[in-house]
């Protein structure tokens, strides 16, 4: 069976400061795996994707995930928050989208 | 190309009634999937349909759930008799043929039960 684990439910981080936020997954093959995120009163709005090849990915938004296969996790990063990246992020593994729990990102000045 | 989109965006009712959500798909997507949102939780899968067939149901799209999508283009979901439990955000997404398995998601609809 497949899942996705956030370990952490709440991270703040000050502006300007680097984030990184975890993800882990189950899958029985190799995995589809997305980062979304989604602000108040907003839709899912998807940061980047992963289905093969190069293992560091880029998105949209400055954020950058790495796909570690003996780790199986999927953490995204981003070096430099701004306080318009305070959201709510999950990690997603496909093609049925299983979402984490989310992790919640407060952005303090 | 404007987007998916969902109404109403919320809805208000007490328990026991029937309540109805609609989604218009991005309109060359062929798959249409519907999700639920609690707080505090990611989206979790109810089902999903490929042009009018409903292919997959989750566990979770207990009896008194009904999904449509009659002619491939709009999708309903329809609650009977609601449950405070059912008190979430409802999500629709959808895909087409080249969308290489990306969901653009809809604003969601969300239901409080009195």
């Known amino acids: 069976a497949q899942s996705v684990t956030q370990p952490d439910i709440h991270i703040t981080v000050s502006e300007g400061a680097s984030l990184e936020l975890r993800c882990n997954y189950s899958?029985?093959?190799?995995?589809?795996l997305f980062w979304y995120v989604q602000s108040p009163g907003q839709g899912l709005q998807l940061l980047l994707k992963y289905f093969s090849g190069d293992t560091l990915v880029q998105g949209i938004k400055g954020f950058e995930a790495e796909f570690k296969r003996s780790q199986s996790s999927f953490n995204l990063r981003k070096p430099s928050v701004h306080w318009s990246d305070a959201a709510e992020y999950f990690c997603?593994?496909?093609?049925?989208?299983?979402f984490g729990a989310g992790t919640q990102v407060v952005v303090t000045p | 190309d404007t987007g998916v989109s969902q109404n109403p965006r919320h809805k208000i009712t007490k328990r026991g009634q029937n309540v109805t959500f609609r989604c218009d798909p991005i309109?060359?997507?062929?798959?249409l999937y519907w999700y639920r949102q609690t707080l505090g939780q990611g989206p979790e899968f109810l089902t999903y349909f490929q042009n009018e067939a409903q292919l997959e149901k989750s566990r979770l799209l207990s009896d008194r759930f009904s999904a449509e999508r009659p002619k491939g283009s709009f999708s309903t979901l329809e609650i009977q008799r609601t449950e405070q439990g059912d008190s979430a955000m409802y999500l629709c997404a959808s895909i087409g043929t080249a969308g290489a398995n990306v969901l653009t998601f809809g604003a969601g609809s969300r239901l409080t039960v009195l």
């Open positions: 997603a593994v496909g093609p049925l989208l299983q």
């Open positions: 309109s060359e997507h062929n798959r």
């Open positions: 899958y029985g093959a190799t995995p589809y």
